[in-house]
Nanobody
């Protein structure tokens, strides 16, 4: 039900915009988050946005560089990533969680997209 896109190869300091398209009419019933997973590491929280877009939260490592937004009319969520660093290299996943207050816990997410690779070269 979720389809992530927009990954690619970019130089350090560059930008990418990830998109997550949702199917189904219940999209606005879920908060949405982005996680990432680098090789050999666990999936980690990146950013989340509440059902109506009124609240957002970010991992400390991306605050001030990444911006999450959503358009419920289009069933879509985006992650604008600026000032990218080599340590941002990972597969990025979008997910849907019913309870916004459980946004940090990957196990709480009900739906996941397939992941999109982001590679930042130094």
């Amino acid at each position: 039900q979720l389809q992530a896109s927009g990954g690619g190869l970019v130089q350090a300091g560059g930008s990418l915009r990830l998109s997550c398209a949702a199917s189904g009419r219940a999209f606005s019933s879920y908060a949405t988050g982005w996680f990432r997973q680098a090789p050999g590491k666990e999936r980690e929280f990146v950013a989340a946005i509440s059902r109506n877009g009124g609240s957002t939260d970010y991992a400390d490592s991306v605050k001030g560089r990444f911006t999450i937004s959503r358009d419920n009319a289009k069933n879509a969520v985006s992650l604008q990533m600026n000032s990218l660093k080599p340590e941002d290299t990972a597969v990025y996943y979008c997910g849907a969680v019913y309870d916004y207050y459980r946004k940090y816990y990957a196990s709480s997410y009900i739906y996941w997209g397939q992941g999109t690779q982001v590679t930042v070269s130094s």
